[in-house]
């Protein structure tokens, strides 16, 4: 991908030989000037995120390469958009990184992440690159969408199901078996690769909102509320009561938690990550009954229907098997801390 | 505009507390979801631009306020609007800080950034908020404009006069008087602070827009080049030039200085500092002779017709009054180095 010798650094080519270097995963008329512009669809609303990730903070050279550190700033933020059932359209990138930061780990930071925007025709339309003692990276991403297809937080009704778009808890175990390679020496390689996988290359969830328009046809607004599970799956659902001023009853047996996953660690540690381990990026989302079990069938394994809003506030994982008691699930473990 | 205590810090209430302390800088139906929705006018095109700045890289506690540095970011990407042409419709922000960072300070930062945005209607739309061992801030602007009057920089031909919209050199005078109060004593203070004040609280010019409208009516697109000055006003030239493939001369004796300046330092520091100071975010415009006056009758102090485009490459800084040998403007004085 590049012809540089790996010694060579920022501070050797400057910000204008960067720059040069970095046009290449730029539109070529989206470059040179003090901003960009992009066309948007006639009567569509503009969608807009924002995400930042701090080397040692939300990745670190240990466990991410720059093109996994990439694709996932850039995965983050389309999962942002297809939670909110927006279409991208582009991102921007505002990066800072060090003068003794390699040219080689820039360009494959960008690689990782065009990797990424490609499988989605979303181009990197623009940019910052500045001076930093530590490598950050800001990436807003906008998109479109028709005003009666928005998915919001609020929009949850009692009797609704709460579907989950794939398997959760994936991520976090992948997370572990790249901090312990030790670890999980019991699963085949297919096993580890798919739960690393998950951990490195995430997924935005975009394939699901044509199912969602296709199954509601001209019905507007469409009946679903959402969000992505980036957080963990019990701050999404929590999030989601508090915003529709609801409760839910979530089933613990039909929480969708990959074989691997319960092949590397107990029940209720692989529980446990499926709820509040964060970044496996599905959509969660709240509609009527009698359609949900229609886009179950449409959407892939791992999909499921994990339980029902309620007009009674909290969210409570209960278990029909009758073993475990009820149990409140809350914000506070899935926190971020400063 | 606090009732914290000023020890306050960042940890002691958490991400939630302090994003709840925010909102109330954001529109009300504009928080709470995954993106921010925006509505923008039909038939005209997204402009949209991203700028990163890094503490002790591009301000400092020494000489920059939270208010001041706050206004001066929003102030820079509104610039960069004003510079293609485009009306401003909202900014995202990302902000990294660490736990230790007063809660005060940061909303003394949002509250810099809403003085300058409430002047032109802009509303923070969305952001993110990480932990950072350095304060990094990323505001990413969007705009909108018809698409046959965007500004665009290759846009300048041979025969254009080059105008800008304001004196140059004062936010280069006001940094200095604040890194070195001893300095400058002869000023009055009323000069003193014209000059700071250029520095603290640049003003974008996107005043300047429906003067260039109402010039040009419905011709279309409307043939101007332009660029802001905030790389400096030497760069914002040749920049110019470059893109379209043309040459200037510059005339040194009507870049418009402002006159404490040419009381605070000798004329010729005077000079270098109008040309390569920076962070002046004036507009640099290149447009036909014949209506160049007619804009310069509408722009406030300052403003003034400083040269010529021409077909040969290379910008010169001539001197009519013949006391100086003509000089060729790079862009090697104005870069950035990692």
């Keep these: 991908m590049t012809d540089n010798p790996p010694s060579l650094q920022v501070q050797d080519i400057g ?27 006639p009567a569509q609303q503009l969608v807009i995120t924002t995400d930042m990730l701090v080397d040692g903070v939300h990745f670190s050279e240990g466990t991410t390469s720059p093109e996994d550190a ?3 700033a850039a995965a983050a933020n389309l999962s942002d958009l297809a939670a909110m059932g927006a279409q991208p359209a582009g991102i921007t990138v505002g990066l800072g990184i060090t003068g003794t930061t390699p040219v080689s780990w820039v360009e494959r930071l960008y690689h990782g992440m ?20 530590i490598i950050t990276l800001s990436i807003t991403a906008f998109g479109q969408a028709y005003p009666n297809r928005i998915i919001r937080r609020g929009a949850a009704q009692p009797g609704d199901a709460i579907i989950v778009t794939g398997c959760h808890g994936a991520s976090r175990a992948g997370l572990e078996l790249l901090l312990h390679p030790e670890f999980g020496q019991n699963l085949q390689s297919a096993e580890r690769d798919s739960l690393t996988l998950a951990h490195q290359r995430p997924k935005p969830r975009l394939d699901v909102l044509p199912l969602l328009w296709e199954i509601f046809g ?20 929590v999030q989601l009561c508090q915003a529709s001023a609801v409760g839910a009853t979530i089933e ?64 409570w994982l209960i278990d029909n098997a009758g073993i475990y008691p009820a149990q409140q699930l809350t914000l506070n473990q899935g926190f971020k801390h400063f």
Excluded at 261 to 274: S, T
Aim: proline share 8%.
């Design 114 to 133: 065009q990797s990424c925007l490609h499988q989605h025709n979303t181009p990197i339309v623009g940019g910052d690159i500045v001076r930093s003692p």
């Design 15 to 41: 910000e204008q030989g960067l720059l040069k270097r970095l046009h290449k995963f730029c539109p070529p008329d989206m470059v040179g000037d003090d901003a960009a512009v992009m066309n948007l669809l």
């Design 70 to 72: 990439g694709w996932r």
């Design 218 to 237: 001209q019905e507007s607004p469409i009946p679903v509320a959402g969000m992505d599970s980036s957080d963990g799956l019990a701050d999404a659902i």
């Design 252 to 315: 613990r047996n039909s929480i969708p938690i990959p074989p691997a996953l319960n092949q590397l660690v107990p029940a209720d540690r692989a529980l446990e990550w499926a709820l509040y381990g964060g970044e496996d990026f599905e959509l969660v989302l709240c509609l009527p009954a009698a359609v949900a079990q229609k886009l179950l069938n449409q959407l892939g394994a791992g999909a499921a229907i994990v339980g029902t809003i309620s007009s009674q506030a909290g969210v």
